[in-house]
């Protein structure tokens, strides 16, 4: 069984900028596609971003695209989210997943493609 931890959350204004992390317990980072999600209160899960398993192709949300990059460390088998010019509207509850199968799919930013999932780390943009 895949674990994966998030870590890099907090509360800052608009217009900051935070980083999370999502480390994976055994090596699935460059060798599965991964993505982040978040989920608002009272909200759906909706994806943010998405790396392929070799890292070569991303997918971003139209609400988050020039603004966020997410980037893998295979080495150290992490995952992260750049988040730059954060809104109010970013804030929620952002997890970290991956898919148990090799290769992409064609689905990159849709929750029901990816098996494992994080316990979620909490993002707070005050205005």
């Known amino acids: 069984q895949v674990q994966l931890v998030e870590s890099g959350g907090g509360s800052v204004q608009a217009g900051g900028s935070l980083r999370l992390s999502c480390a994976a317990s055994?090596?699935?980072?460059?060798?599965?596609?991964m993505g982040w999600f978040r989920q608002a209160p009272g909200k759906e899960r909706e994806g943010v971003a998405a790396i392929s398993d070799g890292g070569s192709n991303t997918f971003y949300a139209d609400s988050v695209k020039g603004r966020f990059t997410i980037s893998q460390d295979n080495a150290k088998n992490t995952l992260h989210l750049q988040m730059n010019s954060l809104k109010p509207e970013d804030t929620a509850m952002y997890y970290c997943?991956?898919?148990?199968?090799?290769?992409?799919?064609?689905?990159?930013?849709?929750?029901?493609?990816?098996?494992?999932w994080g316990q979620g780390t909490q993002v707070t943009v005050s205005s």
């Open positions: 997943a991956a898919r148990r199968l090799y290769g992409g799919t064609r689905y990159p930013l849709s929750s029901r493609e990816y098996n494992y």
């Open positions: 055994r090596y699935i980072v460059g060798s599965r596609a």
